[in-house]
C-alpha cells in the first residue's frame, strides 16, 4: 500500500497535538488573566480579617504582622505644637488604636472598593485643631523633607480636595491585605507607610515603606468609648 495513504492521517495527528497545546496555552493565559483582574482591577470589594465586604461602619487598621510591626493608628501632635494632629501608629502591639471609616468613593457600589479614590476619617471626635478627623496630606516643617497623613476638616464641593483623597490597593500577600495609597494626578501614587521622626514617633507618611494591613470591624461599644478624648503617645 502506498505511503501516501498514511499522510493525511499524520498530518491530523500533529495538528490535534498543536491544537492541544494552543488550546492548554489559551486556557492558562484566561486563567491568569481572571487571577490578575480579581486581584487589581478597580472596583473590587475591600474585605474585613473575615473576609465580609466592608460597606459602612468603623474599622481598626491592624498591622499585616500583627505583634512585630506595633499596634493600630492613634492620633497624635508633633513637638510642642498641639496642631495639627498627625495620624500614627500605637508603639505597643496589643493596642487596637483608634478604627477609620470610609466614604466618598464616586462609583455607586455598595461597598467600599478597591483602587479608587475615597475619603478616610478616624472615628473619634477630636475636641480641639479641628472638628473633623479626615486623612489630610500635608508638608510638615522638617528636615525630613516628608509629606505626613494629618487630620483635617472633611472635604467639601467647591474646595480644592485633591489631598485627601486615598486608596485602598490589595497587596497580594493574603486575600484580605492592603496597602494605601495617595494617588494624585499628576505624580501617581504614594504608598502610606511608618515612618520614625525626630521625636522617635511612628507618623503615617508618603513614600515610606509601604505598610501592609488588615481590616478589623469594630463595634459599637468600641467607638463610643473613644469618642470623648484624641489618644496620644
Known sequence: MSSHFFHPITL???QLHKLKRMNFMFYFLLALTTV????????????????????????????????????GLTLSPRGDNLCPLFVGQRISEVNRGIPVKFS??????????????????????????V???YWWVTAAESHFRKLFVTAGPKPELGEDTSKSFFQIKKTGVLVNSYTVAFCSKD?????????MDE??????AL?????PVMFMKATEEDTSSKNMYILSE
Open 36 to 71: 490578575l483582574a480579581v486581584t487589581a482591577s478597580p472596583g473590587q470589594p475591600v474585605l474585613d480579617i473575615n473576609g465580609d465586604i466592608i460597606s459602612d461602619g468603623s474599622y481598626y487598621v491592624i498591622p499585616l504582622n500583627y505583634g512585630t510591626k506595633g499596634g
Open 131 to 133: 472638628r473633623s478627623t
Open 12 to 14: 491530523k495527528a500533529n
Open 187 to 195: 505624580n501617581g501614587c504614594s504608598d502610606v507607610g511608618i515612618f
Open 207 to 211: 513614600g515610606s515603606m509601604p505598610l
Open 199 to 204: 521625636h522617635g514617633i511612628r507618623r503615617l
Open 104 to 129: 466618598n468613593w464616586r462609583s455607586k457600589v455598595q461597598f467600599v472598593p478597591q483602587s479608587e479614590n475615597l475619603n478616610i476619617e478616624m472615628d473619634v471626635k477630636a475636641k480641639f485643631c
